[in-house]
């Protein structure tokens, strides 16, 4: 018998002791002998009679005759020895067809182990067969699974490919391109709906050959099939290159015939007869007759069974027959009674292979078969999946050794990773047409209406409404069409799950948890090599079914014990991260490195845990690390984390292999449980190690006889009740590993379509208003609009209907309610870690990550078509949340950088908006004082930038001339671009701006040292931009043409923002604290705004700063003014109005506070020291008018004040442009203006 890889075994088979002649009396202890020959002859007939003899002139039939008779039938009408095997004329190569990866190949590729299956690693790799035709018709198919560029066709050895050319690209080869719909030959054709006929006048000849050939981009896949499987399409009149096994074909299905005739035939023995039965009423306990007239049959049949080609098209044709009465899969036990025969009748590693031949075939008919309307070939290879699996023997097997196989470091089988998760996956339709989704969904939506902002409008007419209510009602109708697939994909999860099967030994939930460890390992430890992982949307699809299929069983174990926590409630214990239980390869902890926090923070594992760790282990440890320093020459290495997230690069010193070998060594140390310190005795010790993962059994997990299992070391802040059953919280804790892997990454892909809908919607309107405006006298342009009418309509027609499947497959509300549950486990998994004081250093850092990605998909992914407000629990939830944002964003035991910048950024994103905003007010007053004193430390030593944001936040919309959402310069030159970037509407916080100003108030030094830090940040993202617009100028004034770095141009407007942002925090405390810039009995106060030396000059520290940055904006036609008007792309934001009216605010809140409290003369201060000023400048002092009657600065303070998100912000005259707003205050306005002249 061949095995996978070629070959014969040496096994015997199992010798059924059968009955003879000498040992058997007439009449039988199993039948009588003449009831016995009749009823082999009923099993047996002889096909070569024309019509089969009476039963009294045949011949007796008993067990003895059976296997020659069975030989005789088995060799009728099979091909002679000369014409078995022979190469059929017109093809050169080897018998078996393969991929030549030795020779034949251009570029890096990644071959399966059966040489069929590719997958492209680079640019564009090319790959050809080991067999040629040089006459005759000959077909191969190619299964593809992905959807990018690939040219499949033929070409000659001579042919010579690279990375820009490929298949196809030579005059000696020929292809053609499904993604481009393209044929190639040196040129390319478009060939429409159809192929037809490719390509003519082939050339042919003496020493010309084509072999099958690939060229295929990077991440590009497919399975080749030449004729080692049935082709699933077979064109009459052509042969696959590879000859099917037709000897082999044939018996297997006379063999088969025999067995479904002994299933559906019964001997009764009252009556003496052979009668016929129901064949899915058959049970293997039933005569012995039957069995022995089967162990004959699968003497022959077995080996046969171990081939590819005989399981697909013979076996799995068969047992899908069964299934196909329809029902649930419990209604077919037919399918449980063959799988006990083969294992009873069959050698284990003849079941073993047929086995894995059988899933293998399931596994690929599923990921390769078309989507038609009632997903029917899929829900029909689930169905068989689920019947299998029921199977205990069977489904123990195929987990252990298919679905979830070992993958070595060393031979990394890329197509493994695939396996079990291509039965959760539910592929995108590339086509609409070709997935019949307009016999589902045959009416169309999309918004076509939009407010200025061109955001979707709520008003529709009743037409619209009708159309809409149709378009949702064919989704409802796709959505039921595709649970059904998903409850099938559930069923087979759950069966994976089961952790009652312990009667053929470990139970599937252990096999399974332990090959889903190292699953996720994989793809973990290989995130640079993207072929090596599982694609991000099979494990979208994996995510969703397992969240059901885990907190089916959560919700079970706590109706069998009530006082255990239920599902939504869910969390994972802290002690899973310190005990060395479970393996988290080499992800980071928000502490760092697992082997600095296991040295320093052993006396907290000690006291807190009830953890000892091995002093000789420690030691151990140290010896690995001096030796990497020595070795690396670095005196001392950082232990700064990096967030294993999508996006985010891990630095190569964290790959060394002497860190590698300390985090696995400790991860794996010896650690004792100690029970508490009593006197005048000493700690009681219990020596536990941790295994490897596939090594572990059950009692390692589940624990047993006082042993906790993965509960090892439970801390005293944690409570002592029960949560569920360990294996469960292990997988939870895989759960939201996979989705930090790749699973948010994808959900954010995937929103490009329905962004696509919204451009497209956007696009169509605008073209119908141009065609409503177009003139009559101009049909040539009326046409134009109309084919591009035409286009878009077409194309949003498309985009609807794929929209719908995507939203019904990964954006409905059982999928967000999912996220969400992800979301409270990570919440309460944190909280929980919290408590636990400096062990949560070891808390690891994707649980933040988690936290806040899948809170940012809930709010930016699933929206409009579900709304978050409407989850059970969300205010509570997002409360819940901003405390750990406001606790975490400055907490010492996280010192991870990316980390700790994630958490700014995602704390500045959650006071943008109104309801999280909210949230953040509503956490404890303790939690919100001690946020903002941590938002208030000096700048240095931190991300400032992010920091200043926030407060910019919780200000904005009570500045100067700050509630703007569209930049007000961009809008009077564009008025009509709708594309304009928009910003978020104001929310400030005046909570959060009152425990700002008290804090200010009462730490004089805090105030000190806050108010420098800004003032030395605001210095130098000035001078930075200055400098920079400088260069940008020469740039530009060269004679030749040169192109700016748009790197630049990102880095300069990013040094003006932060310099906008850094004036409005300092516009945020002068008006909210005036008292420290006008109290002169305060120190600060003393070195920032204190009058010295002679001549009466002001030298302070803020004044200087402002003028410096008004003497470079406001001067006319200089280097700020020429670098504005180039209106370069990228330097949008760069203009007048932002920064001046930031120092405008700040000039009026001086002023008025000062005039208000009678420390300045009003008079003095707008003539002698900025006359005095100008002088200094080297220019004439202007003449200053005086200020306009009945004009005072208190007026303007009343608008700058805190009500001032409530009253709307005062108009600014910018010099040479009118009041961008209704101008109410002409007087006061008019002074400020003068008071810049004076400046200059």
Not at 299 to 319: G, H, I, Q, S, T
Not at 321 to 328: A, N, P, V, Y
Not at 671 to 696: F, G, N
Not at 897 to 911: E, G, R
Request: charged share 25%; hydrophobic share 40%; with cysteine.
């Amino acid at each position: 018998m061949s095995s996978k890889g070629g070959g014969s075994t040496a096994l015997t088979r199992r010798n059924y002791r059968l009955a003879s002649d000498t040992d058997k009396p007439k009449v039988t202890g199993i039948v009588n002998e003449k009831l016995l020959s009749d009823y082999l002859h009923h099993v047996f007939p002889a096909s070569h009679l024309p019509r089969p003899p009476l039963a009294s002139l045949r011949k007796p039939l008993g067990f003895q005759d059976l296997g020659a008779h069975l030989e005789r039938l088995l060799t009728e009408g099979e091909p002679t020895e000369d014409t078995r095997d022979q190469p059929v004329d017109g093809c050169l190569g080897p018998l078996t067809v393969v991929l030549d990866h030795t020779s034949g190949f251009e570029g890096l590729l990644f071959v399966d182990d059966d040489l069929l299956g590719v997958i492209g690693h680079s640019n564009f790799s090319s790959i050809r067969a080991t067999t040629c035709v040089y006459r005759g018709k000959w077909a191969y198919e190619v299964l593809i699974s992905s959807q990018g560029l690939m040219q499949i066709g033929w070409c000659t050895v001579n042919c010579r490919f690279n990375q820009e050319e490929g298949v196809g690209d030579t005059p000696d080869s020929y292809a053609y391109d499904g993604n481009r719909v393209r044929k190639w030959n040196v040129t390319t054709t478009n060939y429409g709906k159809s192929l037809g006929t490719a390509f003519s006048n082939i050339k042919m000849g003496p020493g010309i050959a084509y072999f099958p050939a690939i060229s295929l981009s990077f991440k590009e896949s497919v399975a080749f099939n030449f004729g080692s499987r049935p082709l699933r399409y077979p064109v009459e009149g052509y042969l696959p290159l590879q000859n099917p096994p037709t000897a082999d074909i044939l018996r297997a299905h006379k063999l088969l015939g025999y067995i479904k005739t002994v299933l559906s035939t019964t001997i009764d023995t009252q009556e003496e007869k052979v009668v016929e039965k129901d064949i899915a009423c058959w049970s293997l306990h039933g005569e012995p007759t039957t069995l022995v007239t089967l162990a004959h049959i699968f003497n022959y049949f077995a080996p046969l069974m171990c081939k590819v080609y005989l399981v697909e098209d013979v076996l799995m044709n068969f047992l899908l027959g069964i299934l196909e009465g329809g029902g649930s899969v419990d209604e077919h036990p037919l399918i449980q009674q063959l799988l006990d025969l083969f294992w009873l009748l069959m050698e284990d590693y003849e079941v073993n292979e047929c086995l894995k031949q059988l899933m293998m075939s399931l596994l690929r008919a599923y990921r390769f078969s078309p989507i038609i309307p009632d997903l029917g070939f899929q829900i029909h290879y689930l169905r068989l999946t689920t019947a299998i699996l029921r199977h205990e023997k069977s489904r123990k097997y195929l987990l252990s050794n298919v679905l979830y196989p070992f993958i070595g470091s060393l031979t990394l089988n890329t197509f493994d990773v695939l396996r079990s998760v291509v039965f959760f996956y539910i592929k995108t339709p590339l086509r609409v047409k070709e997935a019949g989704l307009e016999e589902l969904i045959p009416t169309t939506w999309w918004p076509t209406r939009f407010d200025k902002e061109g955001k979707e409008s709520k008003d529709e007419s009743a037409e619209e409404r009708l159309r809409r209510r149709a378009y949702e009602r064919g989704c409802q109708r796709l959505k039921k069409r595709i649970e059904v697939v998903e409850e099938l994909q559930v069923q087979i999860l759950k069966l994976m799950l089961n952790n009652k099967d312990k009667g053929t030994g470990e139970a599937s939930r252990y096999i399974f948890l332990n090959k889903f460890r190292k699953f996720l390992q994989e793809n973990a430890s290989n995130r640079g090599h993207p072929t090596a992982l599982c694609p991000p949307e099979y494990m979208v699809c994996f995510l969703h079914r397992l969240i059901t299929a885990v907190r089916s069983y959560w919700d079970e174990g706590k109706m069998r014990n009530p006082a255990s926590v239920s599902s939504d409630e869910a969390y994972v214990p802290p002690q899973l991260f310190y005990n060395g239980k479970v393996d988290y390869f080499d992800l980071q902890r928000l502490g760092g490195l697992l082997s600095h926090l296991k040295k320093t923070l052993k006396d907290d594992l000690a006291s807190k845990a009830n953890i000892l760790m091995d002093p000789a282990e420690i030691q151990a440890t140290s010896m690995d690390d001096l030796d990497e320093e020595e070795e690396s020459g670095a005196a001392q290495r950082p232990f700064g984390a990096v967030a294993m997230g999508a996006a985010l690069a891990r630095p190569s010193w964290l790959s060394s292999p002497t860190l590698g070998r300390a985090n696995r060594f400790l991860s794996t140390a010896a650690v004792s449980l100690m029970t508490p310190r009593r006197p005048l005795a000493p700690p009681e010790k219990v020596k536990v190690r941790t295994l490897a993962v596939e090594q572990r059994t059950e009692e390692d997990i589940e624990g047993s006889h006082g042993n906790d299992g993965l509960l090892l070391g439970r801390p005293l802040e944690e409570p002592d009740h029960p949560i569920t059953e360990k294996s469960l919280l292990e997988i939870l804790d895989g759960i939201v590993m996979m989705y930090n892997l790749s699973v948010h990454q994808q959900l954010g892909k995937m929103v490009v379509v329905s962004d696509d809908v919204h451009e497209y919607a956007v696009a169509l309107k605008d073209t119908e208003e141009k065609m409503a405006r177009c003139p009559a006298r101009r049909p040539d342009i009326l046409e134009e609009l109309q084919k591009s009418q035409k286009v878009f309509a077409e194309k949003l027609n498309h985009l609807s209907r794929r929209l719908a499947w995507i939203n019904a497959t990964i954006y409905c509300k059982d999928k967000m309610l999912d996220v969400y549950w992800l979301l409270r486990v990570c919440i309460l998994t944190i909280q929980h870690a919290d408590n636990t004081g400096t062990l949560f250093a070891f808390t690891p850092e994707f649980y933040l990550n988690v936290a806040m990605n899948s809170y940012s998909a809930l709010k930016n992914y699933f929206s409009p078509s579900n709304c978050m407000d409407q989850l059970p629990g969300y205010e509570d939830t997002l409360t819940q949340l901003a405390a750990i944002l406001a606790k975490h964003f400055a907490d010492p035991r996280i010192v991870g950088t990316d980390i700790k910048d994630s958490l700014m950024q995602a704390l500045a994103s959650y006071v943008c908006y109104p309801q999280s905003l909210r949230a953040v007010e509503r956490i404890p007053e303790e939690q919100r004082v001690s946020m903002m004193r941590n938002l208030l430390a000096p700048y240095e030593q931190r991300p400032w930038a992010q920091t200043n944001w926030i407060l910019v936040r919780l200000w904005r919309g009570c500045g100067f001339g700050y509630r703007y959402t569209r930049l007000p310069h961009l809008l009077k030159t564009k008025p009509e671009d709708t594309n304009l970037p928009s910003l978020q509407k104001p929310c400030p916080s005046l909570l959060l701006q009152r425990h700002m100003a008290e804090l200010l108030s009462l730490d004089k030094d805090m105030a000190a040292s806050f108010l420098n830090s800004v003032l030395n940040q605001l210095n130098w993202a000035f001078s930075e931009f200055i400098g920079m617009i400088q260069e940008i100028q020469q740039a530009a004034e060269r004679p030749e043409r040169n192109f700016v770095d748009t790197r630049q141009l990102k880095v300069c407007a990013t040094c003006f923002d932060l310099s906008v942002s850094l004036l409005r925090v300092l516009e945020m405390t002068v008006t909210l604290v005036p008292q420290i810039f006008l109290d002169w009995t305060i120190e600060l106060l003393t070195s920032l705004l204190r009058r010295f030396g002679s001549g009466g000059e002001w030298n302070s520290a803020v004044l200087a700063l402002l003028n410096q940055v008004l003497n470079r904006v406001t001067a006319e036609r200089n280097l700020f003014d020429r670098v504005v008007n180039l209106r370069l792309p990228g330097l949008e934001s760069v203009d007048h109005y932002p920064i001046l009216v930031a120092v405008t605010g700040i000039l009026v809140r001086i002023l008025v506070d000062c005039e208000r409290q009678g420390l300045l003369d009003i008079a003095t201060l707008q003539y002698n020291p900025l006359r005095q000023g100008a002088q200094r400048l080297g220019g004439n002092s202007p003449e200053l008018p005086l200020l306009p009657s009945g004009v005072s600065f208190s007026g303007i303070g009343r608008v700058t004040s805190l009500d001032a998100s409530r009253r709307p912000s005062p108009p600014f005259r910018i010099r040479g442009s009118e009041p961008l707003l209704p101008f109410d205050w002409p007087g006061a306005m008019e002074a400020m203006c003068l008071w810049y002249r004076a400046v200059m």
